[in-house]
């Protein structure tokens, strides 16, 4: 299993009760999104179900966004590939900024961002979400988010090695 299919199972193990669809629905959005990380079809076709869909509350567009993201990794046209990275940027932005508390949004853009080529220059929010989730995790302020994600979100940021070694305790304490 790649680091990316491990980010994006992370990335959807988001709690049922936070969003407007009904928990069949995430379930299902949820298994479509492992399936799109390594197929292009499977991205197409939830991306223009979401985008059609009702639902527009800001995790929703977490989840557009983070399609915007797989878009761009299954172009073979470097112009679509910045295309659908500058779009998937813009549309987290929007979500987090109707939600900024949001821990699972600041994780999506997170884990996005910390795979995206910096080069591109729309890895500029890693340091303010780092810290907005050690400061989840500084105050055990998980809302809605459920144990296993938590775990999981501790994880990444340990393994991502962006964090400094006082927040790399911070996150031990919820890995294990």
């Known amino acids: 299993m790649t680091k990316l299919t491990v980010t994006?199972?992370?990335v959807f193990g988001v709690s049922a009760a936070y969003g407007q669809m009904n928990g069949r629905q995430l379930q299902s959005?949820?298994?479509s999104m492992v399936r799109a990380i390594t197929s292009s079809a499977v991205t197409d076709s939830l991306y223009k179900a979401l985008l059609k869909g009702s639902h527009k509350d800001p995790l929703t567009q977490g989840y557009i966004?983070?399609?915007?993201a797989?878009?761009?990794?299954h172009a073979w046209n470097p112009y679509n590939k910045v295309k659908y990275a500058s779009k998937s940027t813009k549309t987290m932005e929007a979500a987090i900024k109707a939600d900024p508390a949001s821990l699972e949004l600041r994780f999506m853009r997170f884990s996005v961002q910390h795979y995206m080529p910096s080069f591109l220059g729309l890895s500029k929010e890693l340091d303010a979400d780092r810290?907005?989730?050690?400061?989840?995790y500084r105050?055990?302020?998980f809302r809605?988010?459920?144990?296993?994600?938590v775990r999981n979100i501790a994880r990444f940021m340990i393994e991502s090695k962006r964090c400094t070694q006082s927040e790399e305790e911070i996150f031990r304490k919820f890995a294990a």
Not at 70 to 73: E, Q, R, T, V
Not at 144 to 149: N, S
């Open 144 to 149: 809605k988010t459920d144990d296993e994600l």
């Open 29 to 31: 959005v949820k298994a």
């Open 131 to 136: 810290k907005e989730i050690v400061k989840h």
């Open 8 to 10: 994006f199972l992370l």
């Open 139 to 141: 105050n055990k302020s």
């Open 70 to 73: 797989l878009k761009a990794k």
């Open 65 to 68: 966004a983070s399609l915007e």
